[in-house]
């Protein structure tokens, strides 16, 4: 199918900046690249910039590969590659070039630069904010987000020219209730060609034997960065008091579960989509202890298939029409035997009847698309184009 695109007469290039390439495992870099083709798709030519650090997609997306260092994410896990003088020369050139810049979570310098170079090239800015507040266990790194929040965040937020977010959790936090300025709550999409419903004839068989998991036992699947925020040691604290289940995590990271000497741990590695809609139908539920995330886009592809979600608050009311089929639970990462315990009372207690799961999927497979979040931010860019258009023409 041909889809239209939104304007034949000037939005032509759009300079998408992101912090890695999705190679780095995150699920901010997913929802780039799905983006990034999508506007492809759309006959608006999509530009990518992000950190070189990682391997850059294989496909034909017009990439700009910047030269960054990322002393930090190994010390506190929150990645932060920063720009060397070629990369911010690189950049520069990049928004000069392009007609609106798509720009994924504000605190990053990359993000920073980009719309400090927007504004001086008055280009229109289309910020989407992914996360909030990330309740470190460090005292220290607690405050500096807070701060980063504070005089970072908020300031992008209000520079931009239009706003989107991921996550009505995340907009109440940082645009209150009613919110202090005009946004846009778009949702993660979800390829419905690999992410979808196991036929009735499927069965573990074949996961059991691929990882030789004992038969009987419950999987519980985990997919995302190993690092802090994720709630790894939730997960750790937890694997070692439910020898019953079997705990199949699929991603990377500095943290290294294979290291916890658990015989019930399995760790897959990063997966491709097609490998982890597998997992996502064939295991018993997806278990995401994590703090300081919007709507993980993991929580929405197990959804459309049909895997039942236990995830930390209030990740669970991101998406207030969802919020009945999924499994909140309050994760403290100062406290992971606790938070591990409430995890394990979800595991036995939480059940997804059929006619539920039914309509979960039903929900996902209507409500999450690519296409049309990619449609909404090319319209909101548009209309930013325009206004600013017409701004100039009219103080000439």
Known sequence: MIVEPINRLYLQNILTISHFYETHGGGIERVAG?????????????????SASDALPEDDLKTI????????????GLPMPLPGPGAIVALKNAV???????????LYVTSILGMIMAKLHRKPVILIQH????????????????????????????????RVFISDTVRQDLLGNPARHPYKL???????????????????QNLQAQYH???????????????????????????????????????????????????????????????????????????????????????QEAMACGLPVICGTPSHRADPNAVNWLYGVNIDLNDPQHSAQRCSVAID???????????????????????????????????????KTNGEAGRK
């Not at 590969?65 to 506190?76: G, Q, S, V």
């Not at 995302?224 to 991603?251: H, I, M, N």
Request: glycine share 4%.
């Open 34 to 50: 799905h983006l990034c083709r999508q506007f492809a798709r759309q006959r608006v030519t999509p530009y990518w910039a992000a």
């Open 65 to 76: 590969a910047l030269r960054c260092i990322d002393p930090l994410e190994k010390l506190t």
């Open 96 to 106: 000069r070039r392009s007609d609106a810049v798509v720009i994924h979570d504000a």
């Open 131 to 162: 996360i909030a507040a990330i309740p470190f266990r460090s005292t220290l790194l607690r405050l500096l987000m807070h701060l980063a929040n504070s005089f970072v965040t908020r300031p992008m937020l209000w520079a931009a020219d239009a």
């Open 186 to 204: 778009l949702f993660n999409g979800v390829d419905s060609a690999i992410f979808y419903p196991p036929a009735h004839s499927e069965n573990r």
């Open 213 to 299: 998991l004992p038969p009987g036992t419950r999987c519980i699947l985990f997919v995302g960065r190993y690092v802090e925020k994720k709630g790894l040691s939730v997960l750790r604290a937890l694997a070692a008091t439910r020898p019953d289940c079997q705990f199949l995590l699929a991603g990377s990271g500095p943290l290294r579960p294979a290291e916890w000497g658990l015989s019930n741990v399995h760790d897959l590695g990063v997966q491709t989509p097609v490998a982890l809609a597998e997992l996502y139908r064939c295991a018993d539920l997806l278990l995401l202890p994590a703090v300081g995330e919007g709507y993980p886009l993991v929580i």
């Open 349 to 387: 207690k939480y059940v997804l009847p059929p006619h539920e799961r039914e309509a979960m999927i039903c929900y996902a497979k209507e409500h999450y698309s690519w296409q049309t979040m990619a449609q909404e931010i090319l319209k909101l860019a548009q209309s930013a184009k325009d206004r």
